[in-house]
């Protein structure tokens, strides 16, 4: 029943909104000239993201036996094709200078004992590059650039805030192709705010928590990829999700990763048995690409029937172990595992999006004044495969490319124009939220079951079907209901999980990521999976 509703509608306008506040977001702002006013938005507290989770590190060429040629080709190599290869040397010859910004900006890297910055190794890299704050190197960035954007008048942090949808001069009736800002669910009051900005930036992460299984945080929910598809962006390369090999397995361990580190410092792969098992499925053993140890871990555990496998760093010296994981030793000491003494129990996890809104090398999209920041977009710089620590490198080397972008054109960009305020008059209050909950479990479910690690085209087939049948009744539960947080986020992911699902359904091979029973071999022309709008039919706006 409808009730009566005071809807006491807020609006904002900034010169710059940017939407997700990880490292990506952050290094947008700060890097933005100190007369533009700008608003960063958090779906929860401000450093609850992607970022404040990343164990490993970034790589980057810091040392001198190590060239910027050496890591574009360990990267085109993990890409398995599809890299572009403008892309990947963009980003790569512009990592030390990012890492500086990092340093100068406050983040404590940990060094050795010749107080040199201590650099590790990790699956696909063939030199150590990775430059790391022990094994919380995300905890490290996030908090220095919140307390950087913090102490900025510049800059206005507003957090539990939920984006709906972006605005477009499209949905204002006007001529021209350009964002002009979103509404924005403020979860403190349940109410739609209208955010107007000059240029807005997205920078809301991926869309693992699409899997059942995954190490991301609870806010992976392709949100800004979906708005953008809505709004008319393209996307590319969907199918590619990173699945991490290692998220801890616990009962009570939620979204657990362990870092890709441990195996670069010697941790050892194992079967139930003790056996070691990697050296079969690939000559560079625990070091092979994430793909590749990620199916040999899932090939061993539908093998065996094991609801997980190993991995033992316990070989190695107490005093190195706590030194180099303390993160992961407390943690797992707290479920009653020490790591110095016993093996790991691991399981393959949902960990990264690969594919995303298509981007250039300013960040810039399909849409005029609409700038797309690291997981949500598609650079071209991870092709079928992320190498491991590129991803915070591509947030910061394309968040500052992104700011020096909006420097230079903020003085010939107008004001955003004016907009009309949420309109919720005819929509009620949800009694039936068990239907969002039960939804939101069946697509997780089937999309871990049928569009996971292995694939064949009638899973892909029966998922599709399956999505069909959710986007129709989001949709009507969307048009009736007022917006909630789990509402908006269920949207989300049933758009995004058809983007995943039809560009498998294009692919017809096993590249990377993407691993097809009905076409396990290479085609001989790599090409990416490009997704238009117009052409194919997810959920309407």
Known sequence: MARDYDPMPQSYEFDVLVIGSGAAGLTVALNLPEHLRV?????????????????????AVLDDDDSTEDHIQDTLAAGAGLCHEDAVRFTVEHGRESIDWLINSGV??????????HLTREGGHSHRRIIHAADATGHAVSTTLTEQALARPNIELMSRRVAVDLITNR??????NRCVGAYIL?????????????????ATGGASKAYRYTTNPD????????????????????????????????????????TEAVRGEGGLLKLPDGSRFMDRFDERAELAPR???ARAIDHEMKRLGADHLYLDISHKPADFIKHHFPTIYEKCLGFGIDITREPLPVVPAAHYTCGGIITDERARSDINGLYVVGEAGFT?????NRMASNSLLECLVYGRSAAADIARREADIPPAPDAPDWDESQVRDSDEDVVISHNWDELRHFMWDYVGIVRTTKRLQRAKHRVDLLSREIGEFYSNYRVSNDLLELRNLVTVSDLIICSALQRKESRGLHYTLDFPGLISEAKDTVLVPTTYRTLSP
């Open 219 to 258: 806010g992976a929910s392709g949100d800004g990829i979906a708005m953008a598809w809505r709004a008319g962006c393209r996307v590319a390369n969907m199918e590619f999700n990173q699945f991490h090999p290692t998220c801890l397995y616990h009962p009570h361990a939620k979204s657990f990763l362990i």
């Open 291 to 293: 793909d590749i140890v």
């Open 186 to 202: 403020n979860l403190e009051d349940n109410h739609v705010e209208l955010f107007r900005a000059r240029f807005t930036v997205i």
């Open 380 to 384: 071209g710089l991870h092709g079928a």
């Open 108 to 117: 404590a890297f940990t060094k050795d004992e010749n107080a040199h910055y």
């Open 171 to 176: 949905k204002l009736s006007l001529p021209g």
């Open 39 to 59: 608003c960063v938005l958090s779906k929860a507290d401000i450093s609850s993201g992607a970022t404040l989770w990343a164990q490993g590190g970034i790589a």
